[in-house]
């Protein structure tokens, strides 16, 4: 079984992007010439609709996903 961890991911809310990884991706790509030049994380991803996106009950999800067989 696979466990999601919102702080392991470096984020704070359900379906937020971690600007810091996505940063570290780019220029991982530049490194290995996938990419020619650097593009901000800013410019990848935005987590601008993620209030609303996780405007869900977290315990209810759980309780679901353990009723699960």
Do not use: C
Request: no cysteine.
């Amino acid at each position: 079984m696979h466990v999601f961890n919102l702080e392991q991911s470096n984020v704070k809310r359900w379906g937020e992007s971690s600007l810091p990884n996505f940063d570290a991706y780019a220029d991982f790509l530049v490194k290995w010439g996938v990419a020619k030049q650097k593009v901000p994380a800013t410019d990848l991803v935005t987590n601008n609709l993620i209030d609303d996106i996780a405007k869900f009950d977290v315990a209810a999800i759980v309780a679901q996903a353990k009723a699960a067989k």
